[in-house]
Structures are given as structure tokens and as C-alpha cells.
């Protein structure tokens, strides 16, 4: 990633956008940007919707506190959770156990922004770094999320941006 970038992305992270012209960085912010100039796509519940609330707060977490739990675990680092505002691995471990045993997608019954932020991170923590347990739960919401005809969409895409086939 060339220096340049951080014009872009003050930290040289991926993702960041340029639309128009306006830059947005953050996942969360991103992922809300683009539900709010795509509203058709029905992936944010509306202002006033009973599921608001919770797919706000899912996808602040993921960046907040689901994704440094789970760097800290990779990192062997021990730490008091009062320390550290994201707090502790096995706490956000329940969270996720108990918000998913009650609903197929993390913010109600419905597909939403939160669950491309939470799958991934999830994905990753089990498949790539292997800290989070491999549960049954996990697995089932895994599932639900690549069986979805835009998951597969997405994922032919990329495999031809890669040059390879779908
Ligand atoms: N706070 C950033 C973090 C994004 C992030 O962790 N990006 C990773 C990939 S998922 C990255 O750019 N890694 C490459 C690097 O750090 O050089 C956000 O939420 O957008």
C-alpha cells in the first residue's frame, strides 16, 4: 500500500471509500453510509424500526469490542478487563452465544449490514486464527450467512477480480 494512501486512510487500513469525492473509513462507518444511500437495499432496520437498537449496537461491537477480544486472545496477552474498554474474550464469547441462540441474525430476524461485519469477524476467528471455539452456533450462523444468493455473488466476484473462476 503505497504512502500516498494514508491520505485515504490516516492508518493504511482496508477498507476506506471514495464516493463522489467524500471519503469514508471505518467498517461501521462505511457499512452505515451505505445502508443510508441505499436504503432499497433493506440491509439497515429504519429509524424507529424495534430492530434499530440492536444493529447499532452489533456493529459498533464488532469494531469496539468483538474485534480487539479477539486480537488480544491471538496475542496471548493476559489482561483485567476493568483495564480495557472492550473488555474480556469470554464475555463477548456469551454475548455472541446468547444473541444468536435467540435469533438467526445478529440484529432480529432479518439479514442486515451488522452481519457482514460480525460473519467475517467470526469467519476469521474461528477458520484463520483460531481463537474462537469452533461451536455448533457459530457454524449454523456461518451457514445462513454464505448460503445467501448475494454471498455467492459476491464471492464470484472477487474469485474473478482475482483472475481465478468462480
Ligand atoms: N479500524 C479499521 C480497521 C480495519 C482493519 O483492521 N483492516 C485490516 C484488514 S481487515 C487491515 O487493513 N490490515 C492490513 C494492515 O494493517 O496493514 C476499520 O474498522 O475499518
Same mark, same amino acid.
Given at each position: 500500500?503505497?504512502?500516498?494512501?494514508?491520505?485515504? $486512510?490516516? &492508518?493504511?487500513?482496508?477498507?476506506?471509500?471514495?464516493?463522489? =469525492?467524500?471519503?469514508?473509513?471505518?467498517?461501521?462507518?462505511?457499512?452505515? @453510509?451505505?445502508?443510508?444511500?441505499?436504503?432499497?437495499?433493506? /440491509?439497515?432496520?429504519?429509524?424507529?424500526?424495534?430492530?434499530?437498537?440492536?444493529?447499532?449496537?452489533?456493529?459498533?461491537?464488532?469494531?469496539?469490542? *468483538?474485534?480487539?477480544?479477539?486480537?488480544?486472545?491471538? $496475542?496471548?496477552?493476559? @489482561?483485567?478487563?476493568?483495564? *480495557?474498554?472492550?473488555?474480556?474474550?469470554?464475555?463477548?464469547?456469551?454475548?455472541?452465544?446468547?444473541?444468536?441462540?435467540?435469533?438467526?441474525?445478529?440484529?432480529?430476524?432479518?439479514?442486515?449490514?451488522?452481519?457482514?461485519?460480525? %460473519?467475517? %469477524?467470526?469467519?476469521?476467528?474461528? &477458520?484463520? /486464527?483460531?481463537?474462537?471455539?469452533?461451536?455448533?452456533? *457459530?457454524?449454523?450462523?456461518? %451457514?445462513?450467512?454464505?448460503?445467501?444468493?448475494?454471498? $455467492?455473488? *459476491?464471492?464470484?466476484?472477487?474469485?474473478?477480480?482475482? =483472475? %481465478?473462476?468462480?
Amino acid at each position: 500500500m503505497p504512502e500516498s494512501y494514508r491520505d485515504i $486512510q490516516p &492508518n493504511k487500513k482496508v477498507p476506506a471509500i471514495v464516493d463522489d =469525492g467524500t471519503v469514508v473509513t471505518e467498517r461501521a462507518a462505511i457499512c452505515l @453510509y451505505l445502508t443510508e444511500k441505499f436504503p432499497e437495499a433493506g /440491509l439497515a432496520p429504519a429509524v424507529g424500526d424495534s430492530n434499530r437498537a440492536a444493529f447499532l449496537s452489533w456493529l459498533v461491537y464488532c469494531d469496539s469490542v *468483538f474485534d480487539p477480544c479477539v486480537a488480544a486472545r491471538a $496475542q496471548g496477552w493476559e @489482561y483485567v478487563s476493568n483495564d *480495557f474498554s472492550f473488555g474480556a474474550f469470554d464475555d463477548m464469547v456469551r454475548h455472541l452465544e446468547k444473541t444468536l441462540s435467540a435469533r438467526p441474525y445478529i440484529a432480529g430476524d432479518k439479514f442486515t449490514a451488522a452481519d457482514t461485519q460480525l %460473519g467475517s %469477524g467470526i469467519h476469521f476467528a474461528i &477458520n484463520i /486464527l483460531g481463537v474462537l471455539p469452533k461451536k455448533q452456533i *457459530f457454524e449454523d450462523y456461518l %451457514g445462513r450467512l454464505t448460503t445467501r444468493p448475494a454471498f $455467492q455473488r *459476491f464471492m464470484a466476484k472477487d474469485a474473478a477480480a482475482m =483472475g %481465478g473462476s468462480a
